[in-house]
């Protein structure tokens, strides 16, 4: 079946500095690959919809300078926070379709859970 | 556009009783219509879809989901539940317009008590 891996599951990092999470389709390729966060015990929110190959697409009010996405492979997309602030602690997830159709549902990675500290 | 309602943050059984979870659903367009579980700390794991064919669409771990158009619900359910079914879940739409972005219910936590 459709793997999605997430790397790092977590990371801590200093106020100010940059982190990189990596999302990977492991037997797969997906010229779209979504990105959420998600606040404890809260749902998820789409952040914004990584496309392979151009610029992401961001949801109104996720700053685009602050949440850098590089989709430069058809099987990997990246979410890099760039100076975190402890407001950014989150948990985030990525996603990604093997027909390129939501409609017949997304696979998951398996998050992760940043603290800025 | 599209919304989904879970209309129980929490929803409590014993082992062995069945399991309710509500949605309802708003869509414009033809849906498909997701139910997602997702243990602590962890990404989230389908249990099943509906994508206009079956109404009735079975799932893993003994879940199973009737899709109903006349009253927008597709409310999950489990005949008997396992302590290992406490975790949350999430009821999802997705349409076809752009990206088929999905969009989250708030998600129902089922606690499971021995």
């Known amino acids: 079946g459709a793997v999605v891996s997430q790397h790092p599951s977590r990371v801590i990092c200093k106020s100010g500095t940059s982190v990189k999470i990596e999302c990977r389709s492991l037997?797969?390729?997906?010229?779209?690959m979504f990105w959420y966060r998600q606040f404890p015990k809260q749902s998820l929110m789409l952040m914004a919809t990584s496309n392979e190959g151009s610029k992401a697409t961001y949801e109104q009010g996720v700053e685009k300078d602050k949440f850098l996405i590089n989709h430069a492979s058809l099987t990997l997309s990246t979410l890099t926070v760039t100076s975190a602030h402890p407001e950014d602690s989150s948990f985030y997830i990525c996603?990604?379709?093997?027909?390129?159709?939501?409609?017949?549902?997304?696979?998951f990675g398996s998050g992760t859970r940043l603290t800025v500290v | 556009a599209q919304s989904v309602t879970q209309l129980d943050s929490h929803v409590s059984v014993s082992e062995g009783t069945p399991v309710l979870l509500r949605c309802n659903y708003s869509s414009s367009y033809s849906p498909s219509l997701f139910w997602y579980v997702q243990h602590p700390n962890k990404g989230l794991q389908l249990l099943l879809k509906y994508t206009s064919a079956a109404t009735l669409v079975k799932g893993i771990n003994g879940f199973e989901a009737e899709f109903k158009k006349s009253e927008t619900s597709f409310h999950l359910t489990k005949p008997s539940a396992h302590m290992s079914d406490a975790a949350e879940y999430f009821c999802?739409?997705?349409?076809?317009?752009?990206?088929?972005?999905?969009?989250f219910g708030t998600g129902t936590r089922l606690l499971v008590s021995p």
């Open positions: 999802v739409v997705s349409g076809y317009t752009g990206f088929q972005k999905l969009v």
């Open positions: 037997d797969f390729q997906a010229t779209t």
């Open positions: 996603s990604a379709s093997p027909s390129g159709q939501g409609g017949y549902g997304y696979t």
